[in-house]
């Protein structure tokens, strides 16, 4: 698994040394750091970085939204939870500028997930029914599955045995 991880590295970097475009280099970039983060979240970080501010210079509103969303997701596995939600904020905004409905439900998960960690569960829930009644509108069975589990999963912590079987 690692061996075929670098070799993807590998490509992705060579693919980088050689795109002059802002599109390409910004999706290159996200690869990578999507390569990496189970190898070197630092890493990982730093190519998303990189490509949001290309995202920024070039206006790309849904390319900054598709940043904001790794980033928030990398800094939640660094336990940067103030920096998580800053992007998680901003990939929000954009979704709802962008009217974007499936990346709202993606943004309003990681806010979820994030209230969850703080210990708002009252914000935790908000966010992923929020999140469940937009997945639920779009069919997306992967959200809708994953939106249940956590619902679940905040009805379990508050001993709510009947509500978590539920969800």
Same mark, same amino acid.
């Given at each position: 698994? =690692? &061996?075929?991880? =670098?070799?993807?590295? *590998?490509?992705?970097?060579?693919?980088?040394?050689?795109?002059? @475009?802002?599109?390409?280099?910004?999706?290159?970039?996200? &690869?990578? /750091?999507?390569? #990496?983060?189970?190898?070197?979240?630092?890493?990982? #970080?730093?190519?998303?970085?990189?490509?949001?501010?290309?995202?920024?210079?070039?206006? *790309?509103?849904?390319?900054?939204?598709?940043?904001?969303? #790794?980033?928030?997701?990398?800094?939640?596995?660094?336990?940067? %939870?103030?920096?998580?939600?800053? +992007?998680? !904020?901003?990939?929000?905004?954009?979704?709802?500028?962008?009217?974007?409905? %499936?990346? $709202?439900?993606? /943004?309003?998960?990681?806010?979820?997930?994030?209230? +969850?960690?703080?210990?708002?569960?009252?914000? /935790?829930?908000?966010?992923?029914?929020? /999140?469940?009644?937009?997945?639920?509108?779009? !069919?997306?069975?992967?959200?809708?599955? !994953?939106?249940?589990?956590?619902?679940?999963?905040?009805? $379990?912590? #508050?001993?709510?045995?009947?509500?978590?079987? @539920?969800?």
């Amino acid at each position: 698994m =690692q &061996a075929q991880n =670098q070799r993807a590295i *590998d490509s992705l970097e060579k693919i980088l040394a050689h795109t002059t @475009e802002s599109a390409n280099k910004i999706n290159a970039l996200l &690869a990578l /750091s999507d390569e #990496q983060v189970n190898v070197n979240l630092s890493a990982s #970080q730093t190519s998303a970085e990189q490509a949001y501010q290309i995202a920024l210079e070039t206006t *790309d509103k849904k390319r900054q939204l598709t940043c904001c969303l #790794q980033l928030a997701r990398i800094n939640y596995f660094m336990s940067d %939870l103030n920096k998580a939600m800053q +992007y998680a !904020g901003n990939a929000k905004a954009l979704a709802g500028d962008l009217n974007l409905d %499936l990346e $709202l439900a993606q /943004s309003l998960d990681a806010i979820g997930s994030i209230y +969850y960690d703080i210990g708002n569960q009252a914000k /935790s829930s908000e966010s992923f029914f929020a /999140s469940l009644s937009i997945y639920e509108k779009l !069919g997306n069975k992967d959200g809708i599955g !994953g939106a249940f589990c956590r619902i679940g999963t905040l009805y $379990l912590d #508050q001993k709510d045995f009947d509500k978590a079987v @539920e969800y």
